[in-house]
């Protein structure tokens, strides 16, 4: 996805703030709320139509200032108390946070709301970026970018559509016969549309992709607008043609039922996305778990930055900026707040100062000084605090899951010695490097002569506890060169206590439990360090080692997704080993209700709470949070599908 959005700037007049970039108000001259009330909440009739729903979701095209989020989040706050919106506006111009907070200024009702917007605002970074307030019930999806493209890349069903581009006169290419058609593919029957706007040229436009449309009085000194809903007196010709078929489908559970294996980071993330749609899941993990995730001492909030612009990019740019703002991170920071990049060569520190100028994400959000690039939301957080936060009031069976099996209604979960442990129609695998071993015992993978898909890694880490004191020249914020520092996470006897690490090391097997740490290990994570931030440490000084096993990818992208039925995934690819671009004669299928998250290697707590909104709205039927381009980059199946483009051969097989 092109890193197409920049900041814009705003021009105030008066006390309305105008767009430098279209010179258009963002609302009425008049009374900017009373507008936002008439012509959108009331003209798509939004509280007519929520009654009798428990999700609505609403699309919107010029986000602005937020107005119309905010009027429509506190009417919903007073009308649907349990009840979940989801709110999902594009916008290719985002303001500041700074200018954001003098536009809110003016409606002094929405204060407390406007806040927490200010708060949760990402910066001007292109891409799919989610926002939650109100435990949940609230959902805020922007998609910053131009409005055709995202929603082109949008998975969702819409129930109203709030159309607030600027003026077609000033904006045109937000009012297109392109976005029409893309609308009427994401609406549901009988959305509504409400916009300011009576354009002759919109009525057609939109009446000709299957929406009634009428005209009705505007607000102030506007004498009419558009409103209508989608009720196509035939299909539109984009209905017509053939949906394209696509191996790395996301299907929906048909179930409130759901049982997620594992209590690390990843198992605890989806657990806490389903539970704030009000569905119960049950982690399934043993008590004394040694792979558990919330030993470990401390994570660090450090995204990849890359100047080149592969899908992936949005990904990683866009789960930090989640995890940086999510509720749960809140009281898990460090005192010393911000990561600190250190260039490791000339070059990288070339690189960083065109990041700096490039992303242009503002100076709440990156900055540099004469040692490196600084995130100031970045940081050390900890693992045990986050995972608490998210498991409370979560189910739990305190057991092990060696494999599962089929039965009439979904899946039996079983131990070693086979007994049942849980039976449930859905299922989300979420135990790291077990993972595999599950899915292998279950018959369930797809066998080839060199690997197994999903193909998992274990990889071993070690890191090393030191007491503040040894590093005190060092500066005191979360400090990555390859390996890191992290700021101070506790104390001992000794004082404050800060982590330096840590080693990737291949591994054969999963070992049942975590490798023994090493003095080897020690002197290369401490000489690392020094030989970046001059920091000299003797390896007998530091505290204690600790050691842990993760899961990795062979790209090292997560997994995320639907399990598929390896045999008919092989049978309906069997064309790209011809021809990459062939269509597929059929969607694969999907193991129903089985779903796995893992391979989050050392981001687990950068990607997890994202990953787990990916997996728990997929499973819902929910929007989705990601772009349709990230999907097949996160599917369990994409190293399968890959070896078919390559020719490898699959032969499938099941043990007797």
Not at 147 to 161: G, N, R, V
Not at 369 to 391: C, Q, Y
Request: aromatic share 8%.
């Amino acid at each position: 996805m092109p890193s197409n959005t920049r900041q814009t700037a705003v021009l105030w007049k008066g006390d309305v703030p105008f767009s430098a970039a279209f010179d258009d108000p963002y609302y009425s001259l008049d009374d900017g709320k009373a507008e936002s009330i008439f012509v959108f909440l009331e003209g798509a009739e939004v509280l007519n139509n929520t009654d009798n729903s428990d999700h609505f979701v609403i699309g919107e095209t010029g986000f602005g200032t937020g107005l119309n989020f905010l009027t429509t989040w506190q009417a919903w706050r007073n009308r649907n108390p349990g009840s979940r919106l989801t709110f999902i506006s594009a916008e290719a111009f985002p303001i500041t946070a700074t200018d954001m907070a003098k536009a809110h200024s003016a409606f002094p009702d929405l204060a407390e709301l406007a806040a927490q917007l200010r708060t949760a605002w990402p910066p001007a970074a292109s891409g799919f970026h989610t926002c939650k307030f109100d435990d949940g019930e609230v959902s805020l999806l922007l998609l910053f970018g131009d409005a055709t493209e995202m929603f082109s890349q949008l998975e969702a069903k819409i129930d109203a559509w709030y159309l607030d581009g600027f003026a077609p006169a000033k904006n045109p290419d937000m009012w297109t016969d392109k976005f029409f058609k893309r609308m009427s593919q994401l609406s549901r029957p009988k959305a509504t549309v409400a916009t300011f706007t009576a354009a002759g040229f919109v009525r057609r436009g939109l009446e000709a992709q299957g929406f009634q449309m009428e005209k009705s009085s505007g607000f102030g000194h506007k004498r009419e607008r558009l409103v209508g809903s989608f009720r196509p007196t035939r299909q539109p010709p984009n209905l017509q043609a053939k949906k394209p078929v696509t191996w790395s489908s996301t299907p929906a559970a048909d179930t409130d039922h759901i049982a997620v294996v594992g209590d690390g980071i990843a198992g605890a993330s989806v657990a806490y996305s389903l539970a704030q749609r009000g569905l119960k899941p049950i982690l399934v993990a043993p008590e004394n778990n040694h792979d558990h995730t919330g030993t470990l001492p401390a994570a660090i909030l450090a995204p990849q930055l890359l100047l080149a612009d592969p899908v992936e990019k949005a990904f990683f740019h866009a789960a930090f900026f989640h995890a940086v703002s999510h509720p749960a991170y809140k009281d898990a920071f460090a005192s010393e707040r911000g990561t600190k990049y250190l260039p490791t060569s000339a070059q990288e520190q070339q690189k960083f100062k065109d990041i700096l100028a490039r992303f242009k994400w503002g100076a709440e959000w990156m900055t540099s000084d004469s040692e490196g690039l600084i995130l100031p939301k970045g940081g050390t957080v900890s693992p045990a605090v986050i995972l608490e936060a998210f498991m409370r009031g979560i189910g739990r069976i305190n057991r092990s899951v060696a494999r599962l099996e089929k039965n009439q209604q979904g899946w039996n979960l079983l131990d070693d010695i086979g007994d049942t442990v849980l039976s449930a129609p859905t299922v989300v695998l979420a135990a790291g490097v077990h993972t595999m071993g599950i899915l292998e015992a279950s018959d369930l993978i797809g066998a080839s002569a060199t690997t197994n898909h999903p193909s998992i890694r274990p990889r071993g880490g070690q890191l090393e506890y030191v007491s503040a004191q040894a590093i005190s020249g060092i500066d005191n914020q979360t400090i990555t060169f390859g390996g890191y520092i992290s700021a101070a996470t506790g104390t001992d006897g000794r004082g404050e206590i800060r982590t330096i690490g840590s080693t990737h090391e291949k591994l054969t097997t999963v070992p049942p439990t975590p490798p023994q740490p090493t003095l080897e290990a020690r002197e290369a994570i401490l000489a690392q360090c020094h030989s970046i931030t001059g920091a000299v440490i003797d390896p007998n000084a530091a505290i204690k080692s600790w050691t842990g096993i993760r899961a990795t990818a062979p790209d090292h992208m997560p997994y995320a997704g639907p399990i598929p039925n390896w045999t008919d995934l092989s049978g309906a690819c069997a064309c790209l080993a011809i021809d990459r671009k062939l269509p597929l004669p059929r969607a694969p299928e999907m193991e129903n209700g089985l779903y796995c998250l893992t391979a989050l290697g050392s981001k687990g707590f950068q990607y997890g709470p994202l990953l787990g909104e990916y997996l728990a709205a997929m499973i819902c039927g929910d929007p989705s949070p990601l772009p349709r381009n990230l999907h097949a980059k996160l599917h369990p199946a994409r190293g399968y599908v890959s070896d078919i483009i390559r020719g490898k051969s699959h032969q499938i097989t099941t043990k007797p």
